[in-house]
């Protein structure tokens, strides 16, 4: 089983955005690294496949260091209010476009 279908397993276990080293606390054993660093191995296969494949990755970054699955995001943000993001730029373009009119980019101070 690859790297990133033991992280898909997780997160969808989890249900919620995770960061990378409780990533790797969750799976421990399933994971195929031998790596001493195996943080590294989970952030780098999460950051190529979101890289390489965009919209089609199965994985999303929600905030920095923190990933879930595309198809948990709206469960991800009723949990999370995405207005108290400092700036536009915390906020993954896949929650701005899908903000209200009142709570748009224009509305979150600089």
């Known amino acids: 089983m690859s790297t990133l279908n033991v992280v898909e397993e997780v997160l ?28 590294t191995v989970v952030a780098r ?8 494949r965009g919209g089609d990755s199965p994985f999303v970054r929600t905030s920095p260091g923190h990933y879930t699955l595309r198809d948990l995001v709206p469960a991800a943000t009723d ?18 476009s899908a903000m209200p009119p009142d709570l748009g980019p224009e509305s979150v101070s600089q």
Do not use: F, H, Y
């Open 45 to 52: 296969d999460l950051s190529m496949d979101i890289k390489r």
């Open 12 to 39: 969808r276990e989890r249900g919620t955005p995770m960061v990378v080293r409780e990533i790797v606390e969750v799976a421990g054993e399933r994971l195929p690294t031998k790596s001493r660093t195996p943080d």
């Open 79 to 96: 949990s999370v209010p995405v207005a108290a993001a400092a700036t536009t730029s915390d906020v993954p373009v896949e929650l701005v």
